[in-house]
């Protein structure tokens, strides 16, 4: 029965819309049927429904490796490899009802052929029902004119969430990687986070998936880690679906998925009418999975680019030799909608075996097997190459019509039949029982191959039995997934949490860390296995504690903080030690920002804003205290009852920090007269024969606020500052911290004061008739030497004349200013009002 005559519907639409539930019922009201679906898993829990509807005796199941098939079967679920289109005609068996799961699957490179031959060829005598997505619409019309298309909407609404980290993802959930490695990672971060996490891949056998499975399903654990298996078809409570990458490894490359494929992943999330979400993973760094806004509305919507071809393979071979079978499977179809299928594994094999002359030759029966051996699966994923070195082998004992070796066979069997070692040598072992497990199942391969069968099947289920208790003990944590379902059903109330005098943190009896200031550090000798759910705990309660220390550092008094302040480092607000904000540029040189450190987002949000307010205050009332002068030197320069020479005086100051050479300021200087000399005395400005300067700010506090202001304005680290009261600093003094108050002479630093002092002296006694102008005494306790003196004395403008000094006026040469300038909106509107 190839081709029945009954009718044919196409069931189309999204996941989540019931087309493998109404093709099960559809099935069970006909007299029989069979159903092929992508994957063993998905065959396997349709069995188990059909079986609790109908009966054991009623059912078959037919995969790869695994042959249930009573006498009395009229229900067959296979998958599609397994059906047994080509031969029904020949064994007799016909069927009134015939189903085709994920028939987009055609376009698969490696399995498409295989979906596409029993698209147009598999055929229910009474009905046949074609499973897939709306893209196969256009190919449906063309390929199969006579078939309904019958279109089915989602049950319940699929959305994007966005990011979430694996911290934060939600219950039931399910994240969905594309390596096996990368499963066994997130599953194991899972377990430290959240208690652990059922993993189910395509490569597991039924018995362990479904354990696993059963674990997620009766709320054991809430997480789910699994590749894209879960994809086609395995229905679980499953509300969100996380991308751990958008990229996989299709067998010949690294490729972004589809949109069809993302689509057909984030659709397990969501059941009938209960509402699904999708996003990514934030597992940081610059390779982060991301949706393109294209996909995440296609995939919202289910509006996905039509389908133009499917992978076609001839199913009409010629076995009258080795080397025509090879060019009837490369036969192509002719029809521009059915694409040649790229080179399969089994036609990979055959090809490398058939490189030997003898094996090319072959014909008949001996082709006929031949072929049939290169269909055993490469379930180990060895390649091509490796896997036709066991093909060989197989063939050998069966190319003439004779059997396998039995003690070949047991030999190979015991190998794998070890249940000792981690998860990868049980799985991988597993894979290597499924070979034997497909050849047991072949009649005409084994003499006795039912108890082949029976010996594989063992086997398996003890490796699968191994396997589940190794992925539970690795990746869950019973009493861990316990406590956060306790927390998430009572509040952070259920676990004690408490703060030490010393900040020792503690959940119950557990030291989990220690709280210092506002930052939180864990404790290294907490339990692994328990550290991340008392951490949560802990930080649930600990919002509570930092909102209280927080509030009494608002209500507190200004002996709290400190300016933190050291050398190379940025400048910052202290509390015990403790760095709460970092000041950042502002309005002006003595308005800086305040910037909340990290550790302080942990507090409520109004809290937060009523400790930066009063960081913002206690800094206002540190420079007014400290630089005050500087601050009535910034508001004069904008005060219109000053001149324009004194306000343009006093914005260039004030925005170099109270401090520039006399020549810096030549030009408003010039224009002062008596009365714009007397306000800048007001202002306590002292215009000497070097620099004008504000005496107050060399003062040792007054120098540090001054320094960390204009280091925070200029972003730069905090410079070295000299001594309290250092008079003279070598010349190997940081120049920045030395430049905010001092005056290069010579070889060493001198104080501008004292510079300022000797400069006063020496025009003192110029203006008195002459003598010495040098001050020996203060020059010698300074401990300045005659170069230091010289050059003193010429920017003074002195020039030695023998033993003597004679005045020649200060050098023209313009010297650059002390201090780095920036002139602000203040000196800029002063300076024009100053030319004009």
Same mark, same amino acid.
């Given at each position: 029965?190839?081709?029945?005559?009954?009718?044919?519907?196409?069931?189309?639409?999204?996941?989540?819309?019931?087309?493998?539930?109404?093709?099960?019922?559809?099935?069970?009201?006909?007299?029989?049927?069979?159903?092929?679906?992508?994957?063993?898993?998905?065959?396997?829990?349709?069995?188990?429904?059909?079986?609790?509807?109908?009966?054991?005796?009623?059912?078959?199941?037919?995969?790869?490796?695994?042959?249930?098939?009573?006498?009395?079967?009229?229900?067959?679920?296979?998958?599609?490899?397994?059906?047994?289109?080509?031969?029904?005609?020949?064994?007799?068996?016909?069927?009134?009802?015939?189903?085709?799961?994920?028939?987009?699957?055609?376009?698969?490179?490696?399995?498409?052929?295989?979906?596409?031959?029993?698209?147009?060829?598999?055929?229910?005598?009474?009905?046949?029902?074609?499973?897939?997505?709306?893209?196969?619409?256009?190919?449906?019309?063309?390929?199969?004119?006579?078939?309904?298309?019958?279109?089915?909407?989602?049950?319940?609404?699929?959305?994007?969430?966005?990011?979430?980290?694996?911290?934060?993802?939600?219950?039931?959930?399910?994240?969905?990687?594309?390596?096996?490695?990368?499963?066994?990672?997130?599953?194991?971060?899972?377990?430290?986070?959240?208690?652990?996490?059922?993993?189910?891949?395509?490569?597991?056998?039924?018995?362990?998936?479904?354990?696993?499975?059963?674990?997620?399903?009766?709320?054991?654990?809430?997480?789910?880690?699994?590749?894209?298996?879960?994809?086609?078809?395995?229905?679980?409570?499953?509300?969100?679906?996380?991308?751990?990458?958008?990229?996989?490894?299709?067998?010949?490359?690294?490729?972004?998925?589809?949109?069809?494929?993302?689509?057909?992943?984030?659709?397990?999330?969501?059941?009938?009418?209960?509402?699904?979400?999708?996003?990514?993973?934030?597992?940081?760094?610059?390779?982060?999975?991301?949706?393109?806004?294209?996909?995440?509305?296609?995939?919202?919507?289910?509006?996905?680019?039509?389908?133009?071809?499917?992978?076609?393979?001839?199913?009409?071979?010629?076995?009258?030799?080795?080397?025509?079978?090879?060019?009837?499977?490369?036969?192509?179809?002719?029809?521009?909608?059915?694409?040649?299928?790229?080179?399969?594994?089994?036609?990979?094999?055959?090809?490398?075996?058939?490189?030997?002359?003898?094996?090319?030759?072959?014909?008949?029966?001996?082709?006929?097997?031949?072929?049939?051996?290169?269909?055993?699966?490469?379930?180990?994923?060895?390649?091509?190459?490796?896997?036709?070195?066991?093909?060989?082998?197989?063939?050998?004992?069966?190319?003439?019509?004779?059997?396998?070796?039995?003690?070949?066979?047991?030999?190979?069997?015991?190998?794998?039949?070890?249940?000792?070692?981690?998860?990868?040598?049980?799985?991988?072992?597993?894979?290597?029982?499924?070979?034997?497990?497909?050849?047991?199942?072949?009649?005409?391969?084994?003499?006795?191959?039912?108890?082949?069968?029976?010996?594989?099947?063992?086997?398996?289920?003890?490796?699968?039995?191994?396997?589940?208790?190794?992925?539970?003990?690795?990746?869950?944590?019973?009493?861990?997934?316990?406590?956060?379902?306790?927390?998430?059903?009572?509040?952070?109330?259920?676990?004690?949490?408490?703060?030490?005098?010393?900040?020792?943190?503690?959940?119950?009896?557990?030291?989990?860390?220690?709280?210092?200031?506002?930052?939180?550090?864990?404790?290294?000798?907490?339990?692994?296995?328990?550290?991340?759910?008392?951490?949560?705990?802990?930080?649930?309660?600990?919002?509570?504690?930092?909102?209280?220390?927080?509030?009494?550092?608002?209500?507190?008094?200004?002996?709290?903080?400190?300016?933190?302040?050291?050398?190379?480092?940025?400048?910052?607000?202290?509390?015990?030690?403790?760095?709460?904000?970092?000041?950042?540029?502002?309005?002006?040189?003595?308005?800086?920002?305040?910037?909340?450190?990290?550790?302080?987002?942990?507090?409520?949000?109004?809290?937060?804003?009523?400790?930066?307010?009063?960081?913002?205050?206690?800094?206002?009332?540190?420079?007014?205290?400290?630089? =005050? +002068?500087? %601050?009535?030197?910034?508001? !004069?320069? $904008?005060?219109?009852?000053?001149? /324009? @020479?004194?306000?343009? *005086?006093? &914005?260039?100051?004030?925005?170099?920090?109270?401090?520039?050479?006399?020549?810096?300021?030549?030009?408003?200087?010039?224009?002062?007269?008596?009365?714009?000399?007397?306000?800048?005395?007001?202002?306590?400005?002292?215009?000497?024969?070097?620099?004008?300067?504000?005496?107050?700010?060399?003062?040792?506090?007054?120098?540090?606020?001054?320094?960390?202001?204009?280091?925070?304005?200029?972003?730069?680290?905090?410079?070295?500052?000299?001594?309290?009261?250092?008079?003279?600093?070598?010349?190997?003094?940081?120049?920045?911290?030395?430049?905010?108050?001092?005056?290069?002479?010579?070889?060493?630093?001198?104080?501008?004061?004292?510079?300022?002092?000797?400069?006063?002296?020496?025009?003192?006694?110029?203006?008195?008739?002459? =003598? +010495?102008? %040098?001050?020996?005494?203060? !020059?010698? $306790?300074?401990?300045?030497?005659? /170069? @230091?003196?010289?050059? *003193?004395? &010429?920017?003074?403008?002195?020039?030695?004349?023998?033993?003597?000094?004679?005045?020649?006026?200060?050098?023209?040469?313009?010297?650059?200013?002390?201090?780095?300038?920036?002139?602000?909106?203040?000196?800029?509107?002063?300076?024009?009002?100053?030319?004009?």
């Amino acid at each position: 029965m190839a081709n029945g005559d009954g009718a044919v519907r196409a069931i189309l639409g999204p996941t989540n819309t019931g087309k493998t539930h109404l093709a099960i019922e559809r099935m069970c009201a006909h007299s029989s049927g069979v159903m092929g679906f992508p994957l063993r898993l998905l065959a396997r829990e349709v069995y188990d429904r059909v079986v609790r509807m109908k009966g054991e005796a009623s059912v078959a199941l037919i995969t790869g490796e695994e042959r249930i098939t009573p006498p009395t079967a009229r229900y067959w679920l296979c998958t599609v490899e397994s059906m047994p289109v080509p031969n029904w005609q020949d064994e007799g068996q016909d069927f009134a009802f015939c189903a085709i799961d994920e028939a987009q699957l055609g376009t698969d490179p490696e399995r498409g052929h295989v979906f596409t031959d029993r698209l147009l060829r598999a055929r229910g005598r009474e009905e046949t029902l074609i499973l897939g997505a709306d893209t196969l619409r256009p190919l449906i019309r063309t390929l199969i004119p006579e078939a309904e298309i019958v279109t089915r909407p989602r049950f319940s609404t699929l959305r994007y969430a966005g990011s979430v980290k694996l911290s934060r993802l939600p219950p039931r959930s399910a994240v969905v990687a594309f390596s096996a490695e990368q499963v066994y990672a997130l599953a194991e971060m899972l377990r430290r986070f959240k208690g652990g996490a059922a993993v189910v891949m395509g490569a597991l056998s039924p018995a362990t998936r479904n354990a696993q499975v059963a674990m997620f399903q009766r709320g054991e654990v809430d997480y789910l880690v699994a590749t894209d298996a879960i994809g086609m078809g395995l229905n679980m409570d499953v509300s969100h679906v996380a991308f751990a990458g958008l990229e996989k490894f299709d067998g010949r490359r690294d490729r972004r998925l589809t949109i069809p494929e993302m689509a057909q992943i984030a659709g397990r999330a969501g059941r009938h009418q209960r509402d699904g979400s999708f996003g990514t993973l934030g597992l940081g760094g610059d390779n982060a999975a991301a949706f393109s806004d294209e996909e995440v509305l296609a995939i919202e919507e289910h509006r996905f680019r039509p389908l133009d071809h499917l992978y076609w393979r001839n199913s009409d071979l010629d076995f009258s030799d080795v080397r025509a079978l090879i060019a009837s499977l490369e036969e192509k179809s002719g029809d521009p909608l059915l694409r040649a299928a790229p080179l399969s594994i089994d036609l990979a094999v055959l090809k490398a075996i058939a490189e030997d002359p003898a094996v090319a030759a072959m014909r008949g029966k001996q082709a006929r097997r031949l072929w049939a051996a290169c269909g055993l699966p490469d379930f180990r994923k060895v390649g091509p190459m490796h896997h036709a070195r066991m093909v060989r082998r197989v063939f050998s004992y069966i190319g003439e019509g004779g059997h396998i070796a039995a003690d070949w066979f047991a030999a190979e069997v015991a190998r794998l039949d070890n249940v000792q070692g981690d998860i990868e040598a049980l799985a991988d072992r597993l894979a290597g029982v499924r070979s034997w497990a497909y050849i047991a199942h072949r009649s005409d391969w084994l003499k006795e191959p039912a108890r082949w069968a029976e010996r594989t099947r063992a086997v398996e289920g003890r490796l699968s039995d191994a396997l589940h208790s190794a992925l539970t003990q690795r990746f869950v944590d019973r009493r861990t997934a316990v406590l956060v379902r306790d927390i998430g059903a009572r509040g952070a109330d259920a676990l004690p949490v408490t703060v030490a005098a010393d900040g020792e943190v503690s959940v119950g009896p557990e030291p989990i860390g220690h709280l210092a200031g506002f930052d939180f550090t864990v404790d290294p000798t907490a339990r692994l296995a328990d550290k991340r759910l008392l951490l949560a705990a802990a930080e649930r309660r600990l919002g509570e504690e930092l909102d209280r220390r927080a509030k009494e550092l608002a209500d507190g008094d200004d002996t709290l903080f400190t300016l933190a302040a050291e050398p190379g480092q940025p400048v910052a607000i202290g509390w015990n030690g403790h760095i709460l904000a970092r000041l950042a540029p502002g309005r002006s040189l003595t308005e800086p920002a305040v910037r909340t450190a990290r550790a302080l987002d942990r507090l409520s949000a109004p809290v937060r804003a009523a400790l930066r307010a009063r960081l913002e205050r206690w800094v206002e009332a540190q420079v007014a205290r400290h630089l =005050g +002068e500087l %601050v009535r030197l910034g508001r !004069a320069s $904008s005060d219109p009852q000053h001149r /324009p @020479a004194v306000r343009a *005086l006093t &914005a260039m100051l004030a925005d170099a920090g109270g401090l520039l050479p006399r020549k810096a300021l030549a030009a408003p200087i010039g224009q002062l007269d008596k009365d714009d000399r007397a306000a800048l005395y007001r202002l306590h400005v002292r215009l000497g024969a070097l620099d004008a300067f504000l005496p107050t700010l060399l003062k040792p506090e007054a120098q540090r606020w001054r320094a960390a202001l204009m280091t925070v304005r200029g972003n730069q680290p905090m410079p070295s500052l000299p001594p309290p009261g250092a008079a003279t600093l070598p010349a190997s003094a940081d120049r920045h911290g030395a430049a905010l108050a001092y005056r290069r002479v010579g070889e060493i630093w001198l104080r501008i004061d004292l510079a300022d002092r000797l400069a006063a002296y020496a025009h003192r006694i110029r203006a008195a008739g002459g =003598g +010495e102008v %040098v001050d020996r005494q203060l !020059a010698t $306790s300074l401990g300045l030497d005659e /170069p @230091a003196i010289a050059r *003193l004395m &010429a920017d003074v403008g002195f020039q030695p004349k023998g033993e003597a000094w004679s005045w020649r006026g200060q050098r023209r040469r313009q010297e650059r200013p002390v201090a780095a300038h920036k002139p602000g909106n203040a000196f800029a509107a002063a300076l024009a009002d100053l030319k004009r």
